[in-house]
């Protein structure tokens, strides 16, 4: 199993920026496709972003497109999300997964 830890969060402004950290352990990122997920209160976890194992390959949901950058450092066995012009509707938990496990979330709250 892999072990993963999000960092990062915290209460930003509308327009603010936000990045986040996932911190793997047990198991290295190389050879892994990465994700980012979150959670509103009463929602179902929602797909933010994904990256391949190399680095080369990323994709985003539609709401987050052009605001958002996923990125890895294999080296360093962390992911990252890189959040700028943040919304009210980008508040909720931000979850990582990777090889079926997942994080604890890190939570992320932008004001109105």
């Known amino acids: 199993q892999v072990q993963l830890v999000e960092s990062g969060g915290g209460l930003v402004q509308t327009g603010g920026s936000l990045r986040l950290s996932c911190a793997a352990s047990?198991?290295?990122?190389?050879?892994?496709?990465v994700a980012w997920f979150r959670q509103a209160p009463g929602k179902e976890r929602e797909f933010v972003a994904h990256?391949?194992?190399?680095?080369?390959?990323?994709t985003y949901a539609d709401s987050v497109k052009g605001r958002f950058t996923i990125s890895r450092d294999n080296t360093k066995n962390t992911l990252y999300l890189q959040m700028n012009s943040l919304q009210p509707e980008d508040t909720g938990v931000y979850y990582c997964?990777?090889?079926?496990?997942w994080g604890q979330g890190t939570q992320v709250t932008v004001s109105s």
């Open positions: 997964t990777l090889g079926g496990s």
């Open positions: 047990g198991r290295s990122f190389t050879g892994s496709g």
């Open positions: 990256i391949n194992w190399s680095g080369e390959r990323t």
